[in-house]
């Protein structure tokens, strides 16, 4: 149990649904925490930016060399699994790790954001969402029930409750709907859940028996994953998501709501579909004062390296954005310095590393000219080394994080982290 002194307007903690161990916070500084998650595959440390792998992929990034980044945890998206190679295909292969020899940890969403993404293809009732494939236009129908069946099925550590993300803008009546089937979808959710939990692809197994030689030669020593595995009894945990689109109330009563449905962790959702910035910040803010201390709480699709650091200081504890991942691919690269295009023709000849206080692989060994020569030849490795270094970046932007709060350092130096001055 987590002290009551973390935050003095802590709710009343209700009993812990999962092993006392699943969340610990062992340091806090202002509003962030620093802290541990217990997943079947492995410990993550918390802040803790995790990496979008949409396909079982983290586009053009090998496995080995995510583990040498140091990422915890990656994502995948239910939605597209589902559709390629398909749930039964991956259930059959052993689940996601098995199948994309990724020995740490998953989450999956929940599919309900990118069904909500489609616009015109999906139809919305109080059972679930019809929906058109974006592949071949084939209809299909996600439920709460039929969601936990694909996440239980793909086996990633930490899932989602099915929801609906309430797109922007949107009146008040409008988004109370919303919220209201979101809160009985996650009642739903959780029901299922609770009932098919025992039927994980990895149940029962460690990740240490699937072709053991083989995951510790893939894995770079000194790095977190030397915790897996770990507590092979323990199964998925089911996250609960907040929604309320940007009404300040309406989020707090979807908080409540939501933690009063017991989960062992808590999504803030619907945010980033295009409200300003300013905004974004605000609900999150207002949200988390609502949402229990002693549990992780993860911010959905953000955001920049600025905007991760500061929502870490705000008492974050979990974030993906498909932002590093998707900007190297167009040649965007981020920096202690600021933002890079490298495509830019000053690079051109350009001796220096991309990033002189990096210290990943692509600027320890190429120069900025070779980047933009590559990208302008439309190299494929141009997107490899692009991704690997903004990866890195992202992942040692949280690591300072920690490092600031395990130090007890003010939160204001905490976003000092990133933006250096120039030399
Ligand atoms: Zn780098």
Redesign the pocket.
């Known amino acids: 149990m987590i002290s009551q002194a973390v935050n003095d307007r802590a709710p009343v903690l209700e009993l812990d649904l999962m092993p006392e161990s699943f969340f610990r916070i062992e340091k806090t500084k202002g509003k962030a925490r620093l802290g541990r998650l217990t997943t079947p595959h492995g410990e993550i440390e918390t802040p803790v930016f995790m990496p979008v792998g949409t396909l079982a992929s983290v586009k053009g990034v090998p496995q080995d060399t995510l583990e040498e980044l140091g990422a915890q945890i990656i994502l995948g998206n239910t939605y597209h699994l589902y559709l390629r190679p398909g749930v039964e295909t991956v259930r059959k292969m052993g689940g996601l790790h098995r199948f994309m020899s990724w020995p740490r940890a998953i989450l999956t969403d929940s599919g309900g954001f990118q069904v909500f993404s489609l616009n015109e293809l999906r139809k919305v009732t109080e059972d679930g969402v019809t929906f058109r494939s974006h592949l071949d236009g084939s209809s299909h129908f996600f439920s709460p029930e039929s969601a936990m069946e694909a996440q239980i099925g793909l086996g990633a550590d930490i899932i989602m409750a099915f929801d609906e993300c309430t797109e922007f803008p949107a009146d008040r009546e409008r988004t109370r709907a919303s919220m209201e089937l979101t809160l009985r979808w996650a009642a739903r959710s959780k029901k299922h859940f609770e009932e098919h939990k025992n039927e994980v692809p990895w149940g029962g197994r460690r990740t240490s028996d699937l072709r053991p030689q083989k995951t510790a030669e893939l894995r770079s020593a000194g790095l977190p994953g030397e915790a897996v595995p770990t507590c092979s009894d323990q199964t998925q945990a089911l996250f609960g998501i907040v929604q309320g689109g940007m009404d300040r109330e309406l989020r707090r009563e979807s908080a409540l709501r939501t933690v009063e449905i017991g989960f062992p962790g808590h999504a803030i959702g619907g945010l980033s579909v295009g409200e300003p910035r300013e905004l974004t910040r605000e609900i999150v803010e207002s949200t988390l004062e609502h949402l229990p201390v002693d549990k992780p709480r993860y911010l959905m699709g953000v955001g920049t390296p600025q905007e991760i650091v500061e929502y870490a200081n705000l008492g974050v504890d979990m974030m993906d954005c498909v932002l590093p991942t998707r900007a190297a691919r167009h040649g965007l690269l981020f920096t202690s310095e600021g933002k890079v295009s490298i495509k830019q023709a000053r690079f051109a000849q350009d001796e220096a590393p991309?990033?002189p206080n990096?210290g990943?692989r692509?600027?320890q060994r190429y120069s900025r000219a070779y980047l933009r020569h590559l990208y302008a030849s439309n190299e494929v490795l141009a997107q490899v080394l692009n991704t690997i270094?903004n990866l890195?970046?992202y992942l040692d932007t949280m690591r300072r994080v920690r490092h600031s709060i395990s130090l007890g350092e003010e939160s204001s130096s905490l976003s000092g982290v990133w933006s250096r001055p120039k030399p």
Do not use: A, E, Q
């Open positions: 991309l990033d990096c990943c692509v600027c270094h890195s970046f």
